[in-house]
């Protein structure tokens, strides 16, 4: 079974930019979580879909960055414009709704990330 | 408030024992992690433990959770030259299962010959 995919793998932008990142999450996995590394700091979460739904996106910065995951299957996240301190390592991760595993733990699963660097 | 703290780097000799410290501060934390991260790789949930648990064991890896000092320690039994990463100790703590996890800055551990 496929993991968690993202795309692309890295990214080189000039301030001002636009740039989209995109996850695939595992087939079936209702939660897919945005989260972000910035240089030499911790994870940080950005957002939480539920299906199509944003559970949570008490994570996301400022309103530059847009999420979105229209029919609940893959998430793209767009920053517009981008700043130089956007840059950093942006992960996806995807699990199986609780209530499909009959309320065990529930696993995220992350993918490779997407390293972005804005000059 | 949500911190997790860790070292930021660790070095030990190939075949001695590794040990990995975390503090955190929430005390409603209901699971606590450790994350391997290998170079080019994403986030790989090496183990995680109950907060109403002591201990956890698993082949070389033990896991032990002091709630009261709010201290986590992942300790590798044997280090092999694979397990040089990046380890991320993070937490979770809400009841919900489905939420977000939140991260140390990690400790990169370094495998000396």
């Known amino acids: 079974e496929a993991g968690v995919t993202q795309f692309p793998s890295h990214s080189v932008i000039e301030k001002g930019q636009t740039v989209t990142l995109r996850c695939d999450p595992i087939?079936?996995?209702?939660?897919l979580y945005w989260y972000r590394r910035v240089m030499g700091k911790e994870i940080k979460f950005l957002l939480h879909?539920?299906?199509?739904?944003?559970?949570?996106e008490s994570g996301m910065p400022n309103n530059r960055f847009l999420a979105e995951r229209t029919g609940g299957t893959y998430s793209t996240l767009k920053v517009q414009p981008a700043e130089l301190e956007d840059s950093g390592v942006y992960f996806c991760?995807?699990?199986?709704?609780?209530?499909?595993?009959?309320?065990?733990?529930?696993?995220?699963?992350f993918g490779p990330g997407t390293r972005l660097t804005v000059l | 408030g949500e911190d997790v703290e860790q070292s930021l780097f660790l070095s030990v000799r190939e075949g001695d024992s590794s040990v990995i410290n975390c503090t955190y501060t929430?005390?409603?934390?209901?699971?606590l992690y450790w994350y391997k991260q290998e170079p080019g790789a994403g986030l790989q949930l090496l183990t995680y433990?109950?907060?109403?648990?002591d201990m956890k064991q698993d082949q070389r890896l033990t896991v032990l959770l002091n709630k009261k000092d709010k201290h986590l320690s992942l300790r590798i039994a044997d280090t092999q030259t694979g397990d040089s990463a990046i380890y991320f100790c993070?937490?979770?703590?809400?009841?919900?299962?489905?939420?977000?996890?939140?991260f140390g800055k990690g400790t990169r551990l370094h495998i000396l010959p």
């Open positions: 991760a995807s699990s199986q709704s609780g209530s499909v595993s009959g309320g065990a733990y529930t696993e995220q699963f």
């Open positions: 087939s079936g996995h209702d939660n």
């Open positions: 879909f539920v299906k199509e739904s944003k559970q949570d």
């Open positions: 929430d005390s409603s934390s209901t699971y």
């Open positions: 433990i109950f907060s109403n648990m």
């Open positions: 993070a937490e979770s703590y809400t009841t919900h299962r489905d939420d977000k996890i939140i």
